[in-house]
């Protein structure tokens, strides 16, 4: 097992500010709308906050109360917001209506012309930013808000390669937001992929990124982790977890890990009464990164991963709360009251 890492982990992309219809209700079927403030990488900035690592969070908010919200709830969770800007401008916003039974959940972005989208990716200092790091946290989600975010995020990663930061890259990938922009995203996110160390994707994502729609058929999964890694020399790891559902709050989830040495395979959990699914893969995502600064082995870290994520589909909210003796319990099955 190797020694634990030293430095920050720094997580960049843009914070929204969820809006939820009530458990059983439709948007607006009654004026009342629950709010929790969100976003891939602030997702996994708390998680790994929680885990009591050194988090920090980079993106720019809007200069009012919606982004100063924003700021509170990461200082409240621990994750240091020194990289944090402010410009004039509005929030990002993302409208979810909850799945029951049958129906699924459903996600609704307003977030065209936000502060972040809008941002001039020059006014990063990534040398500052990223001075004393050791991971760069991004994902896919940023990019497809619009060309200066996009930017951004690559600037951010060559940054990182370029003074030896190592770089966790989540595929997380929007189809409603590259189709407002009129584009798959596939140039832009395989330029991006070029960049990370550990990537989070799974077979359809690799597909995409490497137009071989061939690869995200059932039965290909092998074949599309060969492709990836042959395409992308830069990339050692490549994480990702796989769902079965029998309802919208009943799940089976599991996970894996590809190497260039081998495969891992993660046990399985039957989840039943899903508390809330947003959040399940950057909690996954959290849960590797916390496992791999700690100087864990692969296997250690995928199965505290996978943990992880299960557990945040017991939390509402964008955020998974979890400390590390909770994720510990969920491993060991621990169901009786804790005291």
Not at 58 to 77: E, F, K, V, Y
């Amino acid at each position: 097992m190797a020694g634990a890492m030293k430095g920050r982990i720094v997580c960049f992309g843009e914070m929204l500010l969820r809006l939820s219809s009530p458990a059983g209700q439709l948007l607006l079927q009654t004026p009342q709308l629950d709010t929790c403030i969100g976003g891939a990488e602030a997702n996994v900035a708390v998680s790994l906050a929680r885990f009591g690592q050194p988090a920090a969070m980079a993106s720019t908010l809007p200069d009012n109360a919606l982004g100063w919200g924003a700021r509170d709830q990461l200082r409240m969770h621990g994750v240091a917001v020194d990289g944090l800007r402010f410009e004039p401008g509005r929030m990002g916003l993302y409208f979810l209506t909850p799945g029951a039974v049958m129906r699924p959940s459903e996600i609704v972005y307003d977030r065209a012309g936000s502060a972040f989208a809008l941002a001039d990716p020059a006014a990063y200092d990534w040398a500052e930013l990223l001075d004393g790091a050791a991971w760069l946290h991004v994902s896919g989600v940023s990019p497809a808000v619009g060309e200066q975010a996009a930017q951004a995020v690559l600037d951010a990663m060559t940054a990182a390669r370029a003074c030896g930061v190592q770089v966790s890259y989540d595929g997380n990938y929007r189809a409603s937001l590259w189709a407002a922009r009129g584009s798959d995203g596939a140039g832009v996110l395989r330029t991006l992929l070029a960049q990370a160390d550990l990537a989070f994707a799974g077979p359809r994502d690799i597909a995409l990124l490497l137009g071989e729609p061939g690869l995200a058929q059932q039965g290909c999964a092998e074949e599309a982790i060969a492709a990836c890694f042959a395409a992308f020399p830069q990339l050692q790891r490549l994480a990702a977890t796989q769902r079965a559902q029998d309802s919208v709050d009943q799940h089976t989830l599991s996970a894996t890990l590809h190497t260039r040495q081998g495969a891992l395979q993660a046990g399985s959990y039957a989840m039943h009464g899903i508390v809330d699914r947003i959040g399940g893969g950057d909690a996954f995502a959290a849960g590797m990164l916390h496992g791999l600064h700690s100087g864990w082995s692969d296997s250690e870290a995928l199965e505290f991963a996978l943990a992880a994520a299960v557990a945040k589909h017991s939390i509402a909210g964008d955020f998974n709360l979890a400390s590390v003796a909770q994720v510990e319990a969920v491993r060991g099955g621990r169901l009786d009251v804790q005291r």
